[in-house]
């Protein structure tokens, strides 16, 4: 179990505007967006209540900080016909200028309504002056299709969700389908099913490998019983590899994201990890292709926008997190979804906010995470440091039980091992806690349990820092960690503050093992 370092940006209002503010009666949810190419000019699309009718829509000019309403310039159709969680999308066509879409659910929203089959795409070729329905397709649409890429030979790919079975009601959870279209979205091929599991899995969202050969879809797990799911395809879609489980990290509903100048990725979407402290909310995960294909925790994670559940139905707890991400030219990346935005009877609004990934980096840095696992699973974490594959194999060494107690050379003054008998104290809620700067702890013990507290750390310092024992040390109420042979904690310095060589049992002395990892090489 990993906690990534989540940067918290909720309490930061300067980044944040109100598009369209929730009432007492009035409901604003599921927001879309796209950016025109030229960086100019933001559009968004929303529905009105949960899953009901489509029609608000508005611009920015200016980034984002400031938007107006356009809903006038929609045909009464889409108003009147088109319903639940719009997804607008953009394409380049044949003659090098942009095409906008939206896709939504034409008609019933009942699961046992034929019209859930039905797809009804708006189209606008002027960047949302005017627009107009495309047609309606054969596309199931329970949902909106969620997923869409432009494929290498300028055709374009959709993604959505059908049910399972075809009986009426409709049940027995979802697959995912894609469907392609060669003429700008205005007919679409038959739908094919590319991702099928044990699973309920639905709302796909495509992206690229920073290379361009590869596509990932992330999958939303209905059902949660797990993570999330995703596959990938080397060939443009004509074939995919069988779903499999996203990191725990990326597990959430409505992924959508973007890639970054330095090859990394921003994904946003709500929180359904079991065990997230921030479980429900609007987060984004930053980390790179390698780690979502090998499936390693990432880079961080971020508290983009504050949710406030509502007591009127139980699910409100997770209302949020449908939305959209734009990468915008002066670097600032801007997510917008809906939200309960204040902690009283309005309803949800729809709301941005912006960051730049170099603030965050800086944030994340500064409250590096508390790791803890099993040893045999510890391969999955030596993306996270340079020097870990070598301290991993380290602690991985059989004849680990047999080394005497002393000091180890790993990387020379980068990396080394001690191994000593500990007597261990009694466990106390308030206690000392140690933390470091220059490097990171790694705790194994070999012979016996060992509690470790663990504790973020507070201004209540103990003892100032200790440059030549890279030491400072709090007084502080913390919770903690109970270790066995076969397991290992690592703390990262500045946030992994921890309180070792503790006993919830009584006193006793085992034998352990620390490692020593410059943070920096």
């Not at 790791?371 to 340079?386: N, Q, S, V």
């Not at 100032?464 to 890279?470: E, G, L, P, W």
Request: with cysteine; glycine share 10%.
């Amino acid at each position: 179990y990993c906690e990534l370092p989540v940067v918290d940006l909720t309490q930061d209002v300067r980044r944040q505007t109100v598009i369209a503010e929730g009432t007492k009666e009035i409901y604003q949810g599921h927001p879309t967006t796209v950016l025109s190419n030229d960086g100019k000019k933001l559009f968004c699309v929303w529905t009105l209540k949960h899953g009901g009718t489509c029609g608000p829509a508005a611009e920015s000019l200016d980034g984002g900080r400031t938007w107006t309403r356009v809903d006038d310039r929609f045909p009464a159709v889409y108003r009147e016909t088109h319903m639940n969680c719009p997804t607008l999308q953009k394409m380049t066509l044949p003659n090098g200028r942009e095409r906008w879409l939206i896709f939504s659910r034409k008609g019933d929203w009942m699961p046992q309504s034929a019209d859930i089959e039905k797809c009804g795409v708006m189209v606008s070729d002027d960047l949302g002056q005017t627009w107009r329905e495309a047609g309606v397709f054969n596309l199931p649409s329970a949902m909106a299709p969620t997923g869409f890429i432009q494929l290498r030979d300028g055709s374009v790919a959709l993604f959505g969700q059908t049910f399972k079975l075809k009986t009426v009601p409709k049940r027995g959870g979802q697959d995912v389908w894609m469907s392609v279209s060669k003429d700008g979205g205005l007919s679409w091929s038959e739908i094919r099913i590319v991702a099928s599991a044990d699973k309920d899995i639905c709302e796909p969202f495509a992206l690229r490998s920073p290379d361009g050969k590869e596509i990932c879809l992330l999958m939303r797990e209905n059902g949660y019983k797990g993570y999330s799911m995703m596959c990938f395809s080397g060939d443009e879609g004509q074939t995919w590899t069988k779903p499999e489980d996203s990191p725990w990290w990326l597990t959430g509903d409505r992924h959508e994201g973007v890639m970054l100048p330095d090859g990394r990725y921003v994904i946003a979407f709500r929180d359904r990890a079991r065990r997230s402290k921030i479980g429900g909310q609007y987060v984004a995960w930053v980390g790179t292709w390698d780690d979502i294909k090998h499936r390693r925790p990432g880079q961080y994670r971020i508290h983009l926008l504050k949710h406030y559940p509502s007591p009127e139905y139980g699910w409100s707890t997770f209302d949020t997190g449908y939305s959209g991400v734009e990468l915008l030219p002066n670097g600032e990346i801007l997510c917008t979804t809906y939200v309960k935005y204040w902690p009283d009877e309005r309803k949800s609004s729809v709301v941005c906010t912006r960051f730049r990934i170099e603030e965050t980096d800086r944030l994340a840095q500064m409250q590096k995470a508390h790791l803890c696992g099993r040893i045999a699973d510890c391969g999955k974490y030596e993306g996270l440091h340079p020097l870990f594959p070598k301290a991993f194999a380290f602690m991985r060494r059989a004849d680990l039980a047999d080394l005497a107690p002393g000091r180890y050379d790993i990387d020379g003054t980068n990396c080394w091992a001690m191994v000593s008998d500990v007597k261990l104290r009694p466990y106390e809620d308030e206690s000392q806690y140690e933390d470091h700067r220059d490097f990171i702890d790694i705790h194994v013990p070999i012979t016996g349990q060992e509690t470790i507290g663990i504790v973020r750390p507070n201004l209540k310092v103990f003892k100032d820092f200790d440059a030549a024992n890279d030491c400072v040390l709090f007084q502080s109420k913390g919770r903690p960690w109970t270790l066995g042979p076969g397991w290992y904690a690592i703390f990262h310095p500045v946030y992994g503050a921890h309180s070792p060589g503790r006993s919830t049992d009584g006193e006793r002395t085992i034998r352990k093992l620390v490692i020593k990892v410059r943070e920096k090489k």
